[in-house]
């Protein structure tokens, strides 16, 4: 009987949080711009989601719970880094993942690896993966003012490195 509820709640669970893996990983990746730790975090939050489902109290809140579980788990991986003894080639050769083919810009992606981790992730919540200020301001635990305001801050943070120079246009 407990083998039938296991696969009961495993499909339940999978159908909930399934389609919201891969914009978990892009989070991450957004996030940690680091692949296999991108990986591990969200590894980590399917895991804690699955153990604390019945705190879900409306299953049209999971996306935004669930990434809200990401972006946790990405700062408490940023948090245990140790970047000190990382040396400066290594930091700046990480790869961005899978939103790489989304932003075509090399002067973008350069650009978004200078913002700090939850400024990366506000631009990636609200453009990337569109999701309206009430669900980026869930996810990152913060009120939809200041969501607002800190994507309005962020967004303004990349102009003066992408506003083009008069030989850029020669």
């Known amino acids: 009987m407990s083998g039938e509820l296991s696969d009961a709640a495993?499909?339940?669970f999978e159908a909930t949080f399934g389609p919201w893996i891969e914009?978990?990983?892009?989070?991450?990746?957004?996030m940690l711009r680091d692949r296999e730790e991108a990986q591990d975090a969200v590894q980590?939050?399917?895991?804690?989601?699955?153990?604390?489902?019945?705190?879900?109290?409306?299953?049209?809140?999971?996306r935004a719970w669930f990434l809200s579980i990401v972006a946790n788990q990405c700062r408490?991986?940023?948090?245990?880094?140790?970047?000190?003894?990382l040396p400066?080639?290594?930091?700046?050769?990480?790869?961005?993942?899978?939103?790489?083919?989304?932003?075509q810009s090399q002067d973008?992606?350069?650009?978004?690896?200078?913002?700090?981790?939850?400024?990366r992730a506000l631009l990636y919540l609200h453009y990337f993966l569109d999701l309206p200020m009430e669900e980026v301001a869930s996810v990152l635990g913060i009120?939809?003012?200041?969501?607002?305001?800190?994507?309005?801050r962020a967004a303004h943070l990349l102009r003066p490195e992408l506003e083009l120079t008069e030989e850029d246009l020669r």
């Open 10 to 12: 495993s499909r339940d």
């Open 23 to 30: 914009p978990g990983y892009r989070l991450a990746v957004a």
């Open 44 to 62: 980590e939050s399917a895991l804690k989601a699955w153990r604390s489902i019945g705190s879900l109290r409306d299953s049209n809140r999971a």
């Open 76 to 85: 408490s991986t940023m948090r245990r880094r140790w970047w000190g003894i």
């Open 88 to 103: 400066l080639a290594t930091r700046d050769t990480v790869q961005l993942g899978p939103e790489e083919s989304s932003v």
């Open 108 to 119: 973008l992606r350069n650009a978004m690896k200078r913002l700090r981790p939850d400024d």
């Open 143 to 152: 009120s939809t003012g200041a969501a607002k305001t800190r994507v309005y």
